[in-house]
Antibody
Framework: EVQLLESGGGLAQPGGSLRLSCAAS????????MSWVRQAPGQGLEWVSS????????YYTDSVKGRFTVSRDNSKSTLYLQMTGLRAEDMAVYYC??????????????WGQGTLVTVSS | EIVLTQSPATLSLSPGDTAILSCRAS??????LMWYQQKPGQAPRLLIH???NRASGIPARFSGSGSGTDFTLTISSLEPDDFAVYYC??????????FGGGTKVEI
């Protein structure tokens, strides 16, 4: 059974940083692209970033380029999202999600339970 | 960026009814359109990928159709557990991968 467990959310000040982690189990982590999708309070879903399984190609939505960095450690089956320069509009529940294939995220087959990021002074 | 518009925003139905949800793309996405279900306080769940393919474990009462710019998610014989918010998502042209604004199916 695929399991994705996010951690690292919490309160950050505007301009601050947080590092999210997603521990994966139940599948061969390196064989799948992984993604972060967020949901602001009471709002819809927004794709944030993805990373390829084997070559580690990275992709970002424009609003986080230059501020967020996605990475993965295949030896630990863990996905990361380093967030810097946080803004009020980054406040959301951040979900880790598994893609269907190694090279591209395409869509989100399995999701974690999410971790809440709050940005406030 | 491809914009997905879902309608209606809210659908009020009763158990046993058939729900028909629409997703319209700002340009053709061919068949590369997905549907997700999200219940309050839970993560989304993939229902349909590539317009009409049910994800693993999804009941047959969920069906997807369409191509190009117009897509439909049909939920036959609604069960109490089906009342939720439904999102569409495209993968034809990315980044970014984009979602629609959602349709809430309520009792």
């Amino acid at each position: 059974e695929v399991q994705l467990l996010e951690s690292g959310g919490g309160l950050a000040q505007p301009g601050g940083s947080l590092r999210l982690s997603c521990a994966a189990s139940g599948f061969t982590f390196s064989r799948y692209a992984m993604s972060w999708v967020r949901q602001a309070p009471g709002q819809g879903l927004e794709w944030v970033s993805s990373i390829g399984g084997s070559d580690g190609s990275t992709y970002y939505t424009d609003s986080v380029k230059g501020r967020f960095t996605v990475s993965r450690d295949n030896s630990k089956s863990t996905l990361y999202l380093q967030m810097t320069g946080l803004r009020a509009e980054d406040m959301a529940v951040y979900y880790c999600a598994k893609g269907p294939i190694a090279t591209h995220p395409y869509y989100f087959e399995s999701w974690g339970q999410g971790t809440l990021v709050t940005v406030s002074s | 960026e491809i914009v997905l518009t879902q309608s209606p925003a809210t659908l009020s139905l009763s158990p046993g009814d058939t729900a028909i949800l629409s997703c319209r793309a700002s340009q053709s996405v061919q068949i590369y359109l997905m549907w997700y279900q999200q219940k309050p306080g839970q993560a989304p769940r993939l229902l349909i990928h590539d317009a009409s393919n049910r994800a693993s474990g999804i009941p047959a009462r969920f069906s997807g159709s369409g191509s190009g710019t117009d897509f439909t998610l049909t939920i036959s014989s609604l069960e109490p557990d089906d009342f939720a918010v439904y999102y569409c998502q495209q993968r034809y042209q990315w980044p970014p991968l984009t979602f629609g604004g959602g349709t809430k199916v309520e009792i």
